[in-house]
Nanobody
Framework: QVQLVESGGGLVQSGGSLRLSCATS????????MGWFRRTPGKEREFVAA????????YYADSMKGRFTISKGSARNTVYLQMNSLKPEDTAVYYC????????????????WGQGTQVTVSS
């Protein structure tokens, strides 16, 4: 069992930046896929980005390309989501997810999920 804890959410003005962190309860092996998703009220959960811990391959939703960057920490138990040029429509609860195998994006079929962190972008 792997527990995930997100942090770094908050309130930011439009055009601002935030960096989200996701820490796992134990070190994951290199086969893991880590992903970020978001959900706004009344909408389905949306894929944001994913990274493979083995090769560091990254994947992004089209609307996030060029603005968001997913990266992994050196200890392989932390993943980050750097969000730049934030827009009010980026307001959502952001969730971290992990799976011990490759999960082809934009699938949300991850075994482990965090509780989420709120990101609010004011106009």
């Amino acid at each position: 069992q792997v527990q995930l804890v997100e942090s770094g959410g908050g309130l930011v003005q439009s055009g601002g930046s935030l960096r989200l962190s996701c820490a796992t309860s134990r070190r994951t092996n290199s086969h893991y896929t880590m992903g970020w998703f978001r959900r706004t009220p009344g909408k389905e959960r949306e894929f944001v980005a994913a990274i493979t811990l083995s090769g560091g391959n990254t994947y992004y939703a089209d609307s996030m390309k060029g603005r968001f960057t997913i990266s992994k920490g050196s200890a392989r138990n932390t993943v980050y989501l750097q969000m730049n040029s934030l827009k009010p429509e980026d307001t959502a609860v952001y969730y971290c997810a992990a799976d011990p195998k490759f999960v082809p994006p934009p699938s949300d079929e991850y075994d482990y999920w965090g509780q989420g962190t709120q990101v609010t972008v004011s106009s």
